[in-house]
């Protein structure tokens, strides 16, 4: 390239395109900066990678896996934020120029990103004060119900039973009802509402509910938490009692499938002892050629009450 092209060149990169707070902007200085900013934002994510890699080796702790993710965000943010000024103090941009111009975009974007910067605190708080963590399982006030996979700075991601992924904006789990059913201790106690017909012995209930009880997998059996069977009401139809036990964490994380096993095996062990499970009854009574209809709620085999004379 001879001499007049590279002063040519140099004419054009040195060309003002605009000014800002009184500092001309040239070409040259806008491709440096830009180069500089788009540097600055790679090393970043360089950063946080190498951030998340370190917490692998706090995978069985999830409180510091939780604080290494939140370090290796605000690293990230740092880096964006200094370098961004850096690259614009290298164009020869006074910021003091422009702190008018920031003050009202920050203004602007204070009333249009209120939701977004309010996520953002959310999630720092909640990483911060210990509330909730990776493999957590939680039911909303919302009616989400699953397990945590992921807490973001704008939004923490929930995986129900389903497998579907719900992306919760973090500021619901600090201004909504949140039940973490795994924050202290992953066992929880179960309760199992039933009916038997009356007449039927307790004690042959219980036997039925306990060996129910035993035959599904992850039922805890301890001195301090065993299985029960309460008996809880008299029922129009049926002598109501609840089975009583205390589940590990996969039954736990999972209520619904956890319901079905102790009621399927508790339909076993109540037909293998010949108990009955009581239905509502219709009781037709004819009297003096008259067809009288009358409801009753009782047990099955239960007999009628005469109706009354005509």
Known sequence: MDSESLNG??????????NVGGTAVHLGGLISALVF???????????ERSVHRLTRRYADEPWKHARMHLLSRLLRYAVWVVGTLIGLNYLGIDLTNIA??????????????QNVFGNFVSGIVILLERSLKIGDFVDLQSGVRGHVREIAMRYTRVTTNDALDVLVPNSEFINGRVINWTLDDAHRRIHVPFGVAYGTPKELVREA??????????????????????LVEYGDSAVNYKLIVWADRELTTHPSSAHAKLMWALDDELQRRGIAIPFPQRDLHIRSGTLDVRMQQSCAGTPGLDAPPA
């Open 100 to 113: 008018l111009l920031g003050s009202a975009l920050a203004v602007g974007l204070g009333f249009g990103l």
């Open 209 to 230: 509910g306990i060996a129910a009880a035993r035959s599904v997998p992850g039922v805890i059996h301890s001195d301090d938490r065993r299985t029960t069977v309460w």
């Open 37 to 47: 900013v788009v540097a600055i934002w790679w090393f970043a994510g360089l950063l």
């Open 9 to 18: 060149l140099s004419t054009l990169l040195q060309r003002p395109l605009f």
